[in-house]
């Protein structure tokens, strides 16, 4: 568990592939504020005197707070980052960890907060630096930089978590001894024969011989199914 807030980038949406070195923030945040925001949509029935709300989605979580960087000497400074450009170095750390373009998926870095109990798998939507004192050539020496995340989670990661049934959304699904595919596809979307689909989506050479186990794919009726 680690006692300051560290920041770790993946390259892909499953937070397998590790991009650099985690990024340790100078001085934990004082504070952090987390947002969970639920949809509703507005039912009002003819003659009826109040809207009934009505349920549409769990919005992407939210986690905001501000970094402070300090080249003054007042606090250490953490581990391969150093003073030589004020806080110019570690901004900069910062910036090609979280908020730089990644050429090879064509977006910046999906990242994990880590910091006590605070474990957040997101990306940065926002970023506004303020230096807040200078050396006599210009070099900053202190900044606070205030950032916000937003909650990501893949659409495979999802599917699981929900646990849905329905046949309209993705399922990943473990395979058990005695499992066909056929059985499987009739399981979760009601009809055997999208077992053809199925095995391609995954990859399959012999849809009759898949190992227990192996974990599948189900995409949705409405998508490549």
């Known amino acids: 568990m680690p006692s300051k807030l560290t920041i770790t980038a993946y390259s892909d949406p499953g937070f397998t592939t590790k991009v650099g070195e985690p990024f340790v923030v100078w001085m934990n945040p004082a504070t952090y504020a987390h947002k969970t925001q639920i949809s509703y949509n507005d039912r009002q029935a003819q003659g009826s005197g109040a809207p ?9 979580e939210e986690i905001s707070f501000d970094l ?11 581990a391969g980052q150093s003073y030589t450009q004020g806080v110019a170095d570690g ?3 910062f910036i090609a960890l979280a908020a730089t373009l990644n050429g090879n998926i064509h977006k910046p870095n999906y990242l994990i907060l ?8 997101c990306v940065l939507t926002s970023m506004n630096i303020n230096y807040t004192l200078f050396m006599p050539d210009g070099t900053p020496l202190r900044a606070k930089v205030a950032v916000s995340f937003r909650s990501y989670i893949s659409e495979l990661q999802l599917a699981k978590k929900e646990g849905k049934k329905s046949p309209d959304v993705t399922h990943l699904v473990t395979v058990n001894a ?5 059985l499987l596809c009739h399981r979760i979307y009601g ?9 391609e989506v995954n990859g399959l050479l012999d849809f009759r011989n898949v190992p227990p186990g192996t974990q599948l794919v189900f995409p949705p009726l409405s998508g490549s199914a």
């Not at 009809?191 to 095995?199: E, K, L």
């Open 52 to 60: 009934s709300p009505d349920f549409n989605r769990i919005a992407n």
């Open 91 to 93: 901004i900069k750390q």
């Open 68 to 78: 402070i960087f300090d080249a003054t000497g007042v606090i250490p400074v953490p």
């Open 191 to 199: 009809d055997s024969g999208f077992y053809h689909q199925v095995a």
């Open 114 to 121: 880590a910091w006590a109990q605070l474990q957040f798998q």
């Open 178 to 182: 005695g499992d066909t595919l056929p």
